[in-house]
């Protein structure tokens, strides 16, 4: 995918240039290092320069147009007219992010009050006059209906570079998500009535194109695959799980024989995602292909391809967001609480992450796959120990959809070894609290959960898409 593309521009008054000698090269010199240090975050920086005047403001527009910006940064160098502003948010529709940032966090008192003359002493004052315009500018972008957001602070203010890296991760997820396709393959799991999915919904509210397939199709590039394409994947295997002595070599291979068909649909239908759920029929082709396919979805979703089973598709969209900011994404639900530890268990069948796996994810057999069909391989493990995000998409009684998301921590302790995924998850309120908060948001039963602390990231992301987020804690 190619890198997405943000603006800068900063903004200043052409009258201050003549009257503060030196004032103008000293405010490029901010706007460079501002625009070095964006250059950091896996975003191609188009700086459009200083503009002080109503004729640049528009050339900028044009320019960012041209290279198809996601979003702006404006960097208020000092103070500004917001006439300098308005026509570059009004003709590119794309987010503004202000950025309020002085050179220091205070003047230095003692050292200004001693400069010699009263130009000096206005000219370094406005070298450190970003604020003056902020409200200037949030009344004007709120009476024409614009959106931004403002990140305050000074140049090498910390919390405010931490602010400014999460909207560029959620600028680069935006634009990720909106070029994803994600396939949709067989059919929900009868009678989940909250898994049941508006795709039409999701097209609209994130760009992402939604590809039906045929698993007569995946059957026939099953067909194809030849023995040494099985012999490599059974190779991956052994490299990327903990493969259990109890797996039968026929149940290997005949995953691996799947596996290497799942690689080739993907790779035919250019999927980033996939959300999938069949039954077949005792003894066909279908069964045997969808009793098979763990294993591979697992891997799949490990290399940057999240699968969700029991064809969760707003879950996989959910998978899709952790996956991209880096976080993983695995399958999850509820399945059962720890009242002595305070702690929810939570875990599912099927497909996992196993690149945030607390250790090496285990390969394992199931006599029987509880509540579907057939027996085969399976995936056991748990989350990394540590800070972990929960994320629901969910589509509400009234038409909208939102995000659902709970911080909390992966935590040591015994978990269930019965071939799934299981983990311990405690929360800064009390599991009764969260399971009754969480549940009565109205997300389906499922959710992805990423390693790390992302929600500040995720409700910018939210406000990029322009839908809510619940946040439980």
Not at 45 to 55: E, L, Q, R, S, W
Not at 270 to 285: F, R, T, V
Not at 327 to 340: H, I, L, Q, T, W
Request: hydrophobic share 40%; with cysteine; charged share 20%.
């Amino acid at each position: 995918m190619p890198q997405q593309r943000v603006g800068l521009f900063g903004i200043g008054l052409d009258t201050y240039w003549d009257q503060f000698e030196g004032l103008l090269g000293r405010l490029k010199g901010y706007q460079k290092t501002i625009a070095g240090r964006l250059g950091t975050t896996g975003l191609q920086v188009i700086d459009a320069g200083m503009v002080d005047n109503p004729g640049k403001a528009r050339a900028a527009a044009a320019f960012f147009g041209e290279q198809r910006v996601e979003a702006v940064f404006l960097y208020i160098s000092t103070y500004a007219l917001s006439h300098t502003v308005l026509p570059v948010a009004q003709n590119l529709k794309v987010p503004v992010i202000v950025l309020n940032l002085q050179p220091a966090a205070a003047i230095d008192y003692d050292a200004f009050n001693k400069m010699e003359g009263r130009g000096k002493m206005t000219g370094e004052w406005l070298a450190h006059c970003q604020a003056c315009s902020v409200p200037e500018i949030a009344n004007v972008f709120n009476n024409a209906g614009l959106q931004y957001d403002i990140v305050t602070g000074w140049i090498d203010d910390k919390e405010a570079w931490n602010e400014i890296e999460d909207w560029c991760t959620a600028i680069r997820t935006r634009a990720e998500l909106r070029d994803t396709r994600i396939g949709i393959l067989g059919h929900y799991y009868c009678g989940m009535l909250d898994v049941y999915t508006d795709v039409t919904r999701l097209a609209a509210e994130f760009g992402s194109h939604f590809e039906l397939l045929e698993i007569d199709e995946l059957k026939a590039l099953r067909d194809g695959i030849s023995g040494q394409q099985i012999t490599e994947k059974r190779n991956q295997f052994e490299r990327e799980f903990e493969v259990s002595p109890g797996c039968e070599e026929e149940e290997l291979s005949r995953a691996a024989h799947t596996s290497c068909a799942l690689d080739s649909l993907v790779e035919k239908k250019q999927l980033g995602a996939m959300a999938y759920y069949y039954e077949g029929w005792a003894g066909n082709d279908h069964e045997n292909i969808v009793t098979s396919m763990i294993a591979g979805n697992t891997l799949l979703t490990a290399h940057q391809v999240p699968v969700a089973g029991e064809c969760e598709i707003k879950n996989v969209v959910a998978m899709k967001i952790l996956d991209i900011m880096g976080a993983g994404g695995s399958f999850s639900e509820f399945y059962c609480m720890d009242f002595n530890d305070d702690v929810v268990l939570w875990g599912h069948d099927g497909p996992a992450h196993a690149v945030i796996a607390e250790g090496k994810a285990a390969l394992v057999p199931l006599p029987v796959y509880h509540g579907k069909p057939g027996k085969g391989l399976s995936i056991q493990m748990s989350v990394k120990h540590g800070p972990v995000t929960l994320l629901a998409v969910v589509q509400g009684p009234g038409g909208g959809t939102f995000f659902l998301c709970a911080e909390g921590q992966s935590v040591p302790g015994p978990v269930l070894q019965i071939g799934n995924t299981n983990s311990r998850y405690r929360f800064s309120i009390r599991a009764k609290e969260f399971v009754n908060r969480w549940s009565k948001a109205g997300p389906a039963h499922h959710c992805a959960i990423g390693i790390g602390s992302l929600a500040e990231k995720l409700e910018k992301l939210a406000k990029l898409l322009k839908i809510p987020l619940i946040r439980i804690c």
